[in-house]
């Protein structure tokens, strides 16, 4: 399973989840290995197409690093921090996060909208 590491020391991502909120956006920043971001994409692509039929999703886009960097990052949206938490929670999200291999290294964290 991926190494979870807070991007924020202060207030880890599933400290977040105490806080009721929505819409809300999970941007996930992954560490990964040199040579190893395709096999991590089809383990991604198959966790977000489980995702996107949890209640409460809204998109999902994966976005990489330039000029070779090995970070990937996703930002998603979900109606509130209730709706990620259930879908998280939930055996088939578990079993698939659990196939991502130990070298990675995640730093998710869930952030409100601001009107400018």
Do not use: C
Not at 10 to 39: H, S
Request: charged share 20%; net charge negative.
């Amino acid at each position: 399973m991926a190494e979870l590491r807070s991007l924020d020391p202060n207030t880890p991502m599933f400290a977040q989840f105490k806080e009721e909120a929505g819409p809300i956006v999970l941007a996930n920043t992954f560490v990964v290995p040199k040579g190893e971001a395709e096999a991590f994409l089809d383990r991604f692509r198959r966790q977000a197409e489980f995702m996107k039929a949890q209640p409460g999703f809204v998109s999902l886009q994966m976005h990489r690093g330039t000029a070779g960097s090995r970070l990937l990052m996703n930002v998603a949206v979900w109606e509130s921090t209730e709706a990620l938490a259930t879908a998280l929670g939930s055996p088939g999200s578990q079993r698939m996060a659990a196939e991502f291999p130990d070298d990675i290294v995640s730093y998710p964290h869930i952030f409100e909208p601001i009107d400018l």
